[in-house]
């Protein structure tokens, strides 16, 4: 089963991710490069690519620990969009077509593939690197809403800076990111 869930995540999120790069039936580098601004395809891709590994090499400790950093990161992809964006943006528009597999499924196939079927049991050190993809995106987020020229500069397309917030979204995310990480060293060690 495990090996179908990882098979399933990375086939899904190839298959996605290939799409952004055609538009109007057009196949194009500049169709796509704009979907790797947005955490929800960073994170989607990180797991999926270490679903792969996972189906070829899960015995190896770092590909699990990829896994894990790659389910924590896709996990705070599904609780944004449940808890944050979806209240604010409207859930139809974040959970339907591509959206609903890298929003919904491919997190939650990640979810019971590593807390039900990868356990090996986590240490608190190694569940701290769960936070690195949230906090090594809200450097890259920060400098494009807010540092950037600005004729290079992103839309604050996550509202993030919404109001000046920017540092307390980032306390916000932070939290939630360890909260997810301590949720899924329990849920290794149980």
């Known amino acids: 089963m495990d090996l179908i869930l990882n098979a399933g995540v990375f086939l899904v999120t190839f298959v996605i991710t290939l799409g952004f790069f055609r538009v109007d039936g057009t196949w194009k580098l500049s169709n796509g490069r704009e979907a790797f601004r947005y955490f929800t395809v960073l994170s989607n891709i990180l797991c999926a690519a270490a679903a792969l590994l996972m189906c070829f090499a899960a015995d190896r400790t770092w590909v699990w620990l990829l896994k894990y950093v790659g389910t924590a990161a896709v996990t705070v992809t599904m609780l944004t969009v449940l808890l944050f964006l979806g209240p604010t943006i409207g859930y139809k528009l974040l959970l339907t077509g591509r959206d609903l597999f890298m929003h919904l499924f491919t997190p939650l ?62 306390a916000l995310m932070l939290l939630g990111s360890f909260l997810i990480c301590m949720a899924l060293l329990l849920l290794q060690n149980a």
């Open 109 to 170: 196939a990640a979810l019971v593939s590593f807390c039900v079927f990868e356990k090996r049991g986590l240490s608190f050190g190694a569940a701290l690197l769960g936070m690195l993809p949230v906090a090594l995106y809200s450097v890259l987020y920060h400098h494009m809403v807010l540092r950037a020229p600005a004729d290079r500069r992103w839309e604050d397309f996550y509202g993030f800076n919404k109001s000046g917030k920017w540092p307390i979204s980032l």
